[in-house]
Each structure stands twice: as structure tokens, then as C-alpha cells.
T-cell receptor, first 111, second 114 residues
Framework: DAKTTQPNSMESNEEEPVHLPCNHSTISGTDYIHWYRQLPSQGPEYVIHGLTSNVNNRMASLAIAEDRKSSTLILHRATLRDAAVYYCILRDTSGTYKYIFGTGTRLKVLA | KAGVTQTPRYLIKTRGQQVTLSCSPISGHRSVSWYQQTPGQGLQFLFEYFSETQRNKGNFPGRFSGRQFSNSRSEMNVSTLELGDSALYLC?????????????FGPGTRLTVL
């Protein structure tokens, strides 16, 4: 199973952009890159996903390296409500369809 | 549209007992996945059901089982409970097999095994 590697924790100031990195050097061609976040005492919440091209939505942007071995979740203006654990996940769509969650990055937003 | 609901929200059992957890997906969603979350192991995939069939299974012992009904509601069962089964059990639904689609998670069931 493909694995992802993320920093354990990061800090950001409120209103500033945040770049959350993820390494997935064993990614295969059919793996989608998904990002979820989990706020305290809640279930995970979908943030964004992509395959090869960079993606944008109302919550964030996903920048995928050309070789797809790493990706970066970008929060354009961090708010206190963005404080959560962010998970980078590879989702195999060729057969197993399993979600493999890594340990995630705990993001702290400073007022 | 109502979100994913899980019942019960909290449960206390003793070792050796069995437990059944329930999950109601978002209306129209046909895929239901189950996860176990513990402080030590993080989020781990248990299994996924689609159209009443188990499509994928994680690396958990046979004591963990599940099923899905024709209305897409799902149950998971854990038999012969062990202390290490204490965890937050999360259910997630998606319209299709949860590969390309995003998953919507419920609030979880907190199981404590004494």
C-alpha cells in the first residue's frame, strides 16, 4: 500500500497562507491524492483531491508535483477555524479502493 | 440534506462482549466505509460496502465484521471485545465506490471496553 509522509505539526499566523506538504514517493498512476481535515471531536472533513493537475476549490488549493511524488495543500488565508489535523491520503482507484490515512499534520493557527 | 448519522454515539462494554454499531449514510449514497481511530494507530480502514457487498477490507481480525442493507444503511459488529478495541469508530459514505468521490464522515461512535 502506498504511504504518505507529513510533518507532525505546523504553526501559522492568522490571515497568512499555509503550505502543508505531503510526500508520497511510492504513488502509482491510478492513485488519487485526497486531503481531509479533522477538527477536534469531529469526524474527518473532505478538503480537496486531485490526480495530476493542480486543483482549486473554495476551501483550498492542491499543488501536485510534476512527478506526483509530493503535493502541497495551500490554505490561502488561515483562520482560527482552520486549526485541525490535516491528512494526506492516497486512494487507489485501480481495484482496492482503500484509503490509507497517514498520521497527519496538526495545524495550529496563532491569533 | 441530512448528514451521516451514527448510533449510538457512546458505548461502554466489557471484555468478551460483542457490540453492533449502526451507520445511516447520506440519502442516495451507496458506499459506506468504516474506520477505527485510536491515539496510537490513528485512522485505520476497516471495510467498505457498496450495494450490500463488501468491496474492500482492511487488516483487522475476523472479530470485526459488517453488513449493508438494501437501503444502504450499514452495521458493523465486533465480537469478543478486547481492551484494545476501545476507539472511535467512524463511518463515511459516498455516492459511488469511494475512490474518485469524496467521503462524508459521521461524528463517530466512541466505544470503551472495560
Amino acid at each position: 500500500d502506498a504511504k504518505t509522509t507529513q510533518p507532525n505539526s505546523m504553526e501559522s499566523n492568522e490571515e497568512e497562507p499555509v503550505h502543508l506538504p505531503c510526500n508520497h514517493s511510492t504513488i502509482s498512476g491510478t492513485d488519487y491524492i485526497h486531503w481531509y481535515r479533522q477538527l477536534p471531536s469531529q469526524g474527518p472533513e473532505y478538503v480537496i483531491h486531485g490526480l495530476t493537475s493542480n486543483v482549486n476549490n473554495r476551501m483550498a488549493s492542491l499543488a501536485i508535483a510534476e512527478d506526483r511524488k509530493s503535493s502541497t495543500l495551500i490554505l490561502h488565508r488561515a483562520t482560527l477555524r482552520d486549526a485541525a489535523v490535516y491528512y494526506c491520503i492516497l486512494r487507489d482507484t485501480s481495484g482496492t479502493y482503500k484509503y490509507i490515512f497517514g498520521t497527519g499534520t496538526r495545524l495550529k493557527v496563532l491569533a | 440534506k441530512a448528514g451521516v448519522t451514527q448510533t449510538p454515539r457512546y458505548l461502554i462494554k466489557t471484555r468478551g462482549q460483542q457490540v453492533t454499531l449502526s451507520c445511516s449514510p447520506i440519502s442516495g449514497h451507496r458506499s459506506v466505509s468504516w474506520y477505527q481511530q485510536t491515539p496510537g494507530q490513528g485512522l485505520q480502514f476497516l471495510f467498505e460496502y457498496f450495494s450490500e457487498t463488501q468491496r474492500n477490507k482492511g487488516n483487522f481480525p475476523g472479530r470485526f465484521s459488517g453488513r449493508q442493507f438494501s437501503n444502504s444503511r450499514s452495521e458493523m459488529n465486533v465480537s469478543t471485545l478486547e481492551l484494545g478495541d476501545s476507539a472511535l469508530y467512524l463511518c463515511a459514505s459516498s455516492p459511488r465506490l469511494a475512490g474518485i468521490d469524496e467521503q462524508f464522515f459521521g461524528p463517530g461512535t466512541r466505544l470503551t471496553v472495560l
